[in-house]
């Protein structure tokens, strides 16, 4: 599977961003699908997961509420909206493919395919 994450940039605190991930090499809908972010030193973490039916999906307690993801199986893409970002959102985006289609799975050794990021940076 090739991931690929697109629509990061730069914008201001409570402003919305939408993230996409595109997804080849094998039929989407087969694979459940996360995002994970990652900001200059520290860690990778998750931030919300989707199911691949789309019916059910898991965030991270710092994004609930504000971020919806999503999936169009007959796009095989999936997306990240982001509402009232905050200047602690800023972080590269990373999409990834869940080991077993677990989407309840949070750590990043848990994903066996990932996307090459897209940046987000968030101003106050």
């Known amino acids: 599977v090739q991931l690929q994450a697109s629509g990061g940039g730069l914008v201001q605190a409570g402003d919305s961003l939408r993230l996409s991930c595109a997804a080849s090499?094998?039929?989407?809908?087969?694979?459940?699908m996360g995002w994970f972010r990652q900001a200059p030193g520290k860690n990778r973490e998750f931030v919300a997961s989707?199911?691949?039916?789309?019916?059910?999906?898991v965030y991270a307690d710092s994004v609930k509420g504000r971020f919806t993801i999503s999936r169009d199986n007959t796009r095989n893409a999936a997306y990240l909206q982001m509402n009232s970002l905050k200047p602690e959102d800023t972080a590269v985006y990373y999409c990834?493919?869940?080991?077993?289609?677990?989407?309840?799975?949070?750590?990043?050794?848990?994903?066996?395919?990932w996307g090459q990021g897209t940046q987000v940076t968030v101003s106050s």
């Open positions: 090499g094998r039929t989407s809908s087969d694979d459940a």
């Open positions: 989707i199911s691949a039916s789309g019916r059910i999906s």
């Open positions: 990834a493919v869940p080991e077993k289609g677990n989407i309840y799975n949070k750590r990043p050794v848990d994903y066996e395919y």
